[in-house]
């Protein structure tokens, strides 16, 4: 497939368009269907090409994997799990974060497990430092070497006390998937609480887990020797919803996404809000539209659920660029999630990043050389450029930037953008966008 996209832009993105299963929580359950002794169904889950990796290492540790992409059902039968070779593992380096979460299933079941050198988005360090931590609280050894790193479970892994630094979501996806099986109960304080880890834990829930959510992010565990298959709906992508209602705004159209819930999406819903975007729940889905007129600046600061998502931050910067005044976004998830706003620089945008915590509370980030905050100086017309897609989320931005400016813009690297969003290009020519993959 071509990496590139010709947009032809500046005119408004009017229409219907569908979002399956959230990316962040299909991948995860697919890897809790290790943990069952019969086989897991999942629906709803949307064709991208995160499923297809996370598939691919499924199956390398024997999961039988059948996906049909039209219904969007994937069945896992792990009833030949093994361990695979760390060469094809390796294979698959660089390519995903997930491999990171193979790691409890796979100790419960095999004793070992291997992570590679590990993909995702460069949005910052990503470290994995609190998994390692977990991993060993709960009996593991950890051992590093230079293909990557191996790890064994000298014995059957036991319930921990564990508090984390910071409400990562990942490393409370990792507390869960390995404490499930654990001998005895673990108590995780610090927790991520989003709302594709409720979903995550409901899986598990129907798998034969014991798991309460407490007041203060505190989630206990108690360990089952046994577990089984699920059958489950997964929760449908609220990153992807925000996507698409930052593109109506930005280019002045009217989107509805079909599948759009609104619990998950209120903080972004109050802010699009905020900033002049109309918006109406329906009983399928939320129609985003722009309601005509100036749109406002807004003070914006990320953070952990039930905060505003840093997820949602680059594609609404975007739509912050044709907003009047000055726009503060400070970024307290990630220390590096500013750099698609070069492109948006060079197609006109006045936007200028700071190392200093601005707009609200001091950060861990403050103090630590890191660009993580943006003033955003609107509006600004947005011109044609050649840019070149940097990670998902600031590619789908830079996409936006390309749909909302006049002439022919080129978008290299669009690839990436088919880790998380189903189909785009189909979705984009629903809603009137002129796109030819170059
Ligand atoms: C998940 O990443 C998502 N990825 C991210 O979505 C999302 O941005 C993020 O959660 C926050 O919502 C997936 O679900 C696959 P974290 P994750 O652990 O779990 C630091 C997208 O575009 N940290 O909550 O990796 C970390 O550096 C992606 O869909 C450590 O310091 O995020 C970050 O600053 C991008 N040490 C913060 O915690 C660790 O061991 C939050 O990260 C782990 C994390």
Not at 49 to 65: E, F, P, Q, T
Not at 202 to 224: F, H, N
Not at 291 to 301: F, P, R, Y
Not at 372 to 386: E, N, R
Request: glycine share 10%; proline share 4%.
């Amino acid at each position: 497939m071509n990496d590139l996209l010709y947009v032809n832009g500046g005119n408004p993105l009017n229409g219907t368009i569908t979002v399956r299963g959230a990316k962040n929580f299909v991948s995860k359950s697919m890897v809790a269907s290790l943990l069952g002794e019969t086989p897991s169904v999942l629906r709803n889950v949307p064709q991208i090409r995160d499923v297809k990796v996370v598939s691919g290492l499924l199956d390398l540790h024997g999961v039988n994997v059948k996906y049909d992409t039209d219904a969007g059902i994937l069945d896992l039968d792990p009833s030949n799990v093994e361990s695979a070779h760390v060469a094809d593992i390796d294979a698959h380096a660089g390519s995903s974060r997930i491999p990171i979460l193979f790691c409890g299933p796979l100790l419960h079941r095999l004793g070992e497990a291997f992570i590679p050198d590990l993909g995702g988005c460069r949005i910052g360090d990503r470290p994995i430092d609190y998994h390692l931590d977990i991993l060993r609280q709960f009996g593991a050894v950890v051992d590093k070497r230079p293909n990557g790193i191996h790890l064994r479970a000298p014995r059957r892994l036991h319930g921990a006390k564990i508090s984390l630094p910071y409400p990562s979501v990942g490393a409370t996806e990792q507390t869960l998937l390995t404490a499930v099986r654990a001998d005895g109960i673990t108590e995780l304080s610090g927790a991520a609480i989003e709302p594709e880890i409720m979903d995550l834990i409901a899986v598990l829930q129907k798998m034969g887990a014991i798991i309460s959510v407490d007041t203060d992010r505190v989630i206990r565990i108690e360990g089952v020797d046994r577990l089984e298959g699920y059958t489950h709906t997964a929760l449908n992508d609220r990153i992807e919803t925000a996507s698409w209602a930052a593109a109506a705004l930005a280019t002045g159209g009217d989107i509805t996404v079909k599948g759009a819930t609104q619990p998950e999406m209120m903080t972004f819903l109050n802010t699009f809000r905020k900033v002049g975007g109309r918006f109406e729940v329906q009983d399928d889905g939320i129609r985003f539209w722009h309601a005509g007129g100036d749109l406002k600046s807004i003070v914006l600061e990320t953070d952990v659920h039930p905060g505003f998502m840093t997820d949602w931050q680059q594609p609404l910067v975007v739509a912050l660029t044709q907003a009047t005044g000055l726009s503060i976004v400070h970024e307290t998830v990630y220390e590096n999630r500013f750099g698609f706003t070069d492109a948006l620089r060079k197609m006109g945008a006045t936007i200028q990043v700071y190392k200093e915590c601005l707009g609200g509370r001091d950060c861990r980030f403050g103090q630590r050389n890191f660009h993580h905050s943006a003033v955003v100086s609107g509006p600004t017309p947005l011109t044609a450029a050649d840019i070149e897609v940097p990670d998902l989320r600031g590619g789908f931005s830079h996409l936006i930037a390309a749909l909302a400016a006049k002439g022919r813009s080129t978008v290299r690297g669009i690839g990436l953008i088919d880790r998380g969003y189903e189909n785009f290009q189909d979705k984009l020519e629903a809603l009137g966008a002129e796109v030819v993959r170059g």
